[in-house]
């Protein structure tokens, strides 16, 4: 029920695909008995229904307007459960209007089981396209949200990455250009200056350093936060509208059929004719539906076509065999039945292809992220600025000192080679990424998140303590990777916030939260054990609580 309430009062209740499905309705198998039972009479109520359909969609339209402008979810909903209200109840006039005006005649049946028959033909089909409308949109949504956040974070990533070549390779150059300096400076005069000189050397080479990561920072924090469409197009969107025919969902096809005729058959045979057909609906539809999911596995449309058609003339049987003089009507659902489940079925798989592509993105988000907390690109740069600045330094700061008043002795100057060329050495075997301690790697993680989503954060101190243990860290990244995603996935508010503290047992009670709602299926995240995820007023939260090694 909640499920159907949110796509009748989500704001988009009325859409293509309504229309679609509403015009198909009204001009196949909800058609006026306008002049007889034959095919002729047929005809003229079909020519009449779709007539009567353009003069309702078009009374329908500022309605479809208003729904997406009020703010109110109740209001929504009461707007568009009116107006079906409405329309049902207007139908039946609409069509005598234009039958007479037409063709001089006016449409035979109680007008009380005609309007029956619209509502529960439009509440019944027009519900099952919008629920599953509503929810590939939702799904569709999610999935460009996270697609989005996944090109802010790889490409932060790859700005890192390139970044940290550029320094790798500045201090290859730098390297080498000290080196032939201190031999400059080693073939000649050797005095305070010029050893002063070869250290501010060593030092500028330190701060090129540091200033080109401090940019770095710097430009990520200035980065534009508007994705191209072509940024989003070199990642795999999968299809829009798959236009694969796959099983509709179990009685939502002939049964819906007879559950729309069934005051008309209580008006023409009794309750008892309707009850019937709906049963033999249920029948029909158990059977359909069995050899559509044995024999009709997309990509085989031809199969599922005939699997339908051959359904819809099992319903015309059902329909002879209790109304044996409706005629014409009685092949109604020979059409209407594959009809319904060709729309019912291009929706489901539309709906799954979303799905498939959100848990696709979401996945690919986590692991992008995760991938870049893991790893520290700048951790050799950086090394090799406190190398520059703690031996390298050091050992001119010792050399200046030993030749302020004399010339040095030989073994001063190898020693000076010595240990500048260890300093050297040491820099350049130390280039490559490291990984992240794991006192770091939840640090690291929130500034790998920061392209994506600002995140805050409030850490207890002994929280940060029992994270130097690898499993705990593990687990608490995990936990706020999941909750990452699902920011991403349920707002586009781009913000959360992150608490940590070690509750009065001594557990980790971890609660990751940010503006969003949940949606009807939302209680499934990446598969974090033990974890709760709710609604708080209009924060999505995700909490758990992570058993913590002692100190």
């Known amino acids: 029920m909640t499920t159907w309430w949110n796509a009748v009062s989500g704001g988009a209740f009325y859409t293509r695909w309504s229309a679609a499905v509403s015009l198909l309705v009204a001009g196949v198998f909800s058609v006026p008995s306008v002049g007889g039972a034959g095919i002729e009479a047929y005809l003229r109520g079909a020519t009449v229904a779709v007539l009567g359909w353009s003069v309702l969609a078009a009374m329908v339209v500022p309605v479809a307007a208003a729904e997406r402008r009020l703010a109110s979810r109740p209001a929504r909903g009461v707007v568009v459960l009116a107006s079906l209200v409405v329309v ?16 001089g005649i006016v449409p035979s049946g109680p007008a009380s089981s005609r309007i029956a028959t619209n509502l529960v033909t439009a509440l019944a089909l027009l519900s099952i396209v919008a629920v599953i409308t509503s929810r590939h949109a939702a799904a569709r949504a999610a999935a ?9 974070v790889e490409r932060a990533e790859a700005h890192r990455q390139h970044v940290a070549a550029e320094a790798r390779a500045a201090l290859v150059a730098g390297i080498a250009a000290l080196r032939r300096s201190r031999e400059r400076m080693l073939a000649g005069p050797i005095d305070f200056d010029v050893v002063r000189t070869f250290s501010e050397d060593v030092r500028g080479l330190s701060h090129r350093i540091d200033r080109l990561l401090r940019e770095r920072d710097e430009r990520d924090d200035e980065r534009d936060d508007e994705i191209s469409d072509a940024a989003l197009a070199s990642h795999d969107r999968g299809p829009g509208l798959s236009m694969r025919l796959v099983a509709p969902p179990w009685f939502s096809v002939a049964p819906l059929y007879a559950l729309a005729c069934f005051p008309y058959a209580v008006a023409a045979g009794g309750v008892g004719v309707g009850l019937a057909g709906i049963a033999g609906g249920v029948v029909v539809d158990v059977i359909a539906g069995g050899a559509v999911r044995r024999w009709a596995r997309p990509p085989r449309p031809v199969v599922f076509l005939l699997v339908w058609i051959a359904a819809g003339c099992a319903m015309s049987v059902v329909t002879y065999l209790f109304l044996p003089r409706i005629g014409v ?9 594959p009809v319904v489940a060709v729309l019912v079925g291009l929706c489901r798989d539309a709906l799954s292809r979303a799905r498939t592509d959100e848990r696709r993105a979401a996945a690919g988000l986590a692991e992008v992220a995760r991938e870049a907390a893991e790893i520290d690109e700048s951790a050799g740069p950086r090394r090799a600025i406190d190398v520059l600045h ?22 001063e100057v190898d ?11 040491e820099i350049l075997e130390s280039g490559d990424p490291e990984r ?18 600002a995140v805050t954060q409030r850490i207890d101190d002994a929280v940060r303590l029992r994270l130097s ?12 990777t999941e909750a990452l995603v699902n920011a991403v996935k349920h707002s586009g508010a781009r913000r959360a916030r992150v608490v ?7 557990s980790l009670l971890l609660r990751v939260s940010s503006p969003g709602r949940l949606g009807p299926v939302s209680g499934r995240g990446l598969g974090t054990v033990g974890r709760r995820v709710y609604q708080d007023g209009d924060d999505v939260v995700l909490e758990t609580v992570i058993t913590l090694p002692s100190l």
Request: net charge negative.
């Open 436 to 453: 992240m301690p794991a006192s770091e790697s939840l640090d690291r993680l929130i500034e790998a998140w920061a392209p994506a989503v």
């Open 500 to 506: 940590a503290r070690v509750t009065g047992s001594g």
């Open 329 to 337: 009507l009685g092949l109604v659902p020979v059409l209407a039945v």
């Open 390 to 411: 703690g031996r390298a330094q050091g050992a001119c700061v010792v050399f200046a000192a030993r030749v302020d008043e004399r010339s040095p002795t030989p073994d």
């Open 415 to 425: 020693d000076f080679r010595c240990r500048t060329e260890a300093a050297f050495e």
């Open 144 to 152: 460009e949200r996270l697609r989005a956040a996944l090109v802010r």
């Open 88 to 103: 049902a109840t207007i139908r039946p006039a609409v069509n005598d209007a234009i039958s007479s005006a037409l063709f």
């Open 469 to 480: 243990d690898p499993d705990a860290a593990e687990r608490v990244v995990s936990v706020v």
